[in-house]
């Protein structure tokens, strides 16, 4: 039977080019009972911005090492292994750069069997071995954790995860297999599938040692030497380690199917079946239940080569890359030098926006941070809800006492305006209609210091309309945020023709310093999200409004993969407001958005969709019925005429907004959509996606990327 020793890996050294090694540096140490523990350290020579990361050559040392420690082990040189890495991180995962130009099936099949070869050998030892968890594990870095005999984690590190099925793939190197035998199916479907569709979220060192992924957990202050002295403790028999959710034979038959029936239930509600890496990784975790570790190895192997060659880790790790640099460094973005500090924030208003601008303000600039209003009860009531905000954080354990103490004495609320006059930075939360926004700003440009920047939260007016009354317009920007406040990771920071580099700079920086990605937009009705949001929605509308019934247009989204069916969008949004972009965009462009009177109707109701539990829309309420009836066609459109009029609307849309420069390149419009309105990395925000479809060609007979963003089975 061939091995994974048996397989030839050099294919894969092309991919070592440009490669930060990193590098498996081994020491010995002595333990207080006398063994000899021989120590590894994960260590690429970089600071912690610059995380180990698991390369071709980086496995290859990794694995050399580990034949030595086998060889000594053998000799009786050494007791046990442990592996940990550098200051604050053991490893990142993959170098997903070089995954994503292995350049063939068959090199990802590769890439796949390099990582179980090499991780593998952590079980064959012939010896003990620990893995010291000490900082940020990701995906392949927690896949190492996983091999080992034993666990321990240091209670500060960062973030522990297995991330994969977030970008288009799934955990490849042992974690399908290992992680449902260690702590059970249930568990393991949070940490492999539920948790990376949320926003990607991973675990606290605390959760994973409650989880059972790691065997014991220590504070970072003596971190190592406590570890060490733990696996001593286990060496010698003086700790025994106890599994308690190791899975048993009764979970295996009759936990874990229901557990995989109601996880692949979920996902079809909430997900749809379009994207591809979460059922994949449904189907291993369903496998692991039975079978050996090398039969569970070899699924992976061909799951992973199979998603690493498609479409969508295309798309994803295009998304990825967007993510991770192009919004880290924003196009067209002054000198930050040029940006003026802020030390106080004004908030035109006391509402449920301001409330949410007032306490993210507060939290993230720590610094005094002023709400007007109409009368001091709207006021008081916005204060109140921003003081209940912290102490929430407080009492979850987010804030400490003192600091939740300090951030109420920052927040002040008041119906004077002239307190307006050492702010350096006040956004206004008012009524969308630019006259409320021209008077406010009007009244309080009187107060505030010459070089005081305004920013207006308008999320489809036109900025330099709302200050073309003001005497100073070029230190007025948008700075459009998406709700929830807290949670949306995009501003669209909105230039007008007016508008000079201090007012930008200074938007650019408080963005950051807020914890935002921004982009920088032209003063363009919807500006890039709503505009593209608008043409979704509208060509639904468009549809019922023709005749189709409504879940044949919530169908027809389904291959889109979007987070939201567009009734689902417009109900979360707010019908008052859906209709309110609808109107805008019409209106700047009547041959292109699609809007209706009928809508304001729908929006006067109290409900307009009945949806289930799980928030999928299954009909009409009564009331919206009786306003359709008699106002809809009798020419239903079909789900597949719907998908192609969508398609073809964004491509031409996207195209558009490009010809008129309103950011600089497709890149900053799928970027937008990815942060601001969760677009699925799988279709790379919006672009890849159309190109890979065809729209771009039926609608520009061009493509927006050369080549297409497309897989290797393409």
């Not at 309080?444 to 036109?462: G, M, W």
């Not at 003063?523 to 044949?552: C, I, Q, S």
């Not at 600089?664 to 699925?680: F, K, N, R, S, T």
Request: net charge negative; charged share 25%.
């Amino acid at each position: 039977m061939m091995t994974y020793d048996d397989i030839d890996f050099t294919p894969l050294n092309a991919l070592t080019e440009g490669e930060v090694v990193t590098h498996s540096i081994s020491r010995d140490v002595t333990l207080a009972s006398g063994r000899k523990l021989a120590l590894i350290t994960l260590d690429n020579g970089r600071d912690h911005t610059r995380p180990n990361t698991l390369g071709p050559a980086t496995l290859a040392e990794l694995g050399e090492r580990l034949d030595e420690m086998k060889t000594r082990a053998a000799a009786g040189e050494i007791d046990a292994v442990a592996i940990t890495g550098k200051q604050y991180i053991l490893a990142a995962g993959a170098d997903l750069s070089d995954i994503s130009r292995v350049g063939s099936k068959e090199n990802a099949r590769l890439v796949a069997q390099r990582g179980h070869q090499v991780l593998s050998k952590l079980s064959t030892l012939g010896v003990p071995s620990f893995v010291f968890v000490n900082g940020l594990a990701l995906g392949g870095g927690l896949e190492i954790a996983l091999h080992a005999t034993y666990r321990t984690v240091d209670a500060s590190a960062a973030a522990i995860a297995l991330p994969e099925v977030f970008l288009g793939i799934i955990p490849g190197w042992g974690g399908a297999y290992l992680l449902p035998n260690l702590i059970g199916i249930e568990k393991a479907l949070d940490v492999v599938v539920s948790n990376p569709l949320k926003q990607n979220r991973t675990l606290k060192p605390a959760a994973a040692y409650e989880l059972g992924i790691v065997d014991a957990i220590f504070p970072a202050a003596n971190y190592l030497e406590d570890s060490l002295r733990w696996a001593d403790a286990v060496l010698t028999g003086a700790t025994k380690v106890n599994r308690k959710n190791v899975p048993g034979k009764f979970e295996r038959i009759t936990k874990w199917p229901i557990a995989i029936k109601m996880a692949r239930t979920m996902l079809e509600s909430r997900i749809g079946t379009v994207p591809r890496s979460p059922y994949v990784a449904l189907d291993l975790l369903d496998a692991a239940k039975s079978g050996t570790p090398d039969e569970g190895f070899a699924r992976e192997d061909e799951a992973l080569a199979d998603l690493i060659s498609g479409d969508q880790f295309a798309a994803s790790m295009y998304a990825f890359d967007l993510v991770q640099k192009r919004a880290k460094r924003p196009v067209g973005a002054p000198d930050k030098s040029l940006a003026k500090k802020v030390s106080k924030v004004g908030i035109i208003g006391a509402g449920l926006m301001a409330s949410q601008f007032a306490l993210l303000f507060v939290r993230k600039l720590q610094v005094p941070v002023l709400i007007t209003d109409l009368d001091q009860s709207r006021v008081d009531k916005g204060v109140e809800s921003i003081h209940g905000e912290i102490s929430k954080l407080e009492q979850k354990g987010r804030l400490d006492g003192d600091t939740a103490n300090r951030l109420r004495d920052l927040v002040r609320g008041t119906t004077d305006k002239s307190e307006y006059a050492d702010c350096d930075f006040v956004i206004e939360a008012v009524f969308e209609e630019v006259g409320v926004k021209q008077a406010v700003f009007g009244e309080i440009e009187r107060i505030i210091a010459p070089d005081a920047i305004l920013a207006t939260n308008t999320s489809s007016l036109s900025v330099e309309e709302i200050g073309s009354k003001l005497e100073h317009p070029e230190r007025l920007v948008g700075f459009h945020f998406f709700n929830p406040v807290a949670v949306m990771p995009l501003i669209e920071i909105v230039n007008t023709p007016l508008a000079n580099d201090a007012a930008l700079s200074t938007a650019f920086v408080v963005a950051r310093g807020l914890g935002k990605n921004a982009v920088l937009t032209a003063d363009a009705p919807g500006f890039v999200v709503n505009r593209l949001l608008a043409k979704v929605m509208g060509e639904a509308a468009r549809a019922v409004y023709e005749g189709t019934p409504l879940l044949t247009v919530e169908k027809a989204f389904g291959p889109l993969g979007l987070p939201m069916t567009p009734f689902q969008l417009i109900d979360l949004v707010g019908w008052k407001v859906a209709a309110h972009v609808q109107d805008t965009m019409a209106s700047a462009f009547p041959d292109r958005f699609f809007s209706s009177e009928n809508l304001h109707e729908l929006a006067a109701l109290e409900r307009v969709v009945e949806k289930d539990k799980n928030g999928k829309v299954t009909g009409w309420t009564k009331p919206a019925e009786k306003v359709l009836k008699g106002n809809v066609g009798t020419t239903p459109a079909t789900a597949e005429e719907i998908l192609s009029r969508v398609q073809d609307g964004l491509a031409r849309e996207i195209k558009t907004m490009l010809d008129e420069g309103v950011v600089p390149e497709v890149e900053d419009i799928d970027l937008c959509l990815i942060l601001g309105a969760a677009w699925p990395f799988i279709d790379g925000g919006a672009s890849p996606y159309l190109d890979r479809e065809g729209a771009s060609e039926r609608v520009f007979s061009d493509t927006f990327h050369h080549p297409p963003i497309v897989g290797f089975s393409s």
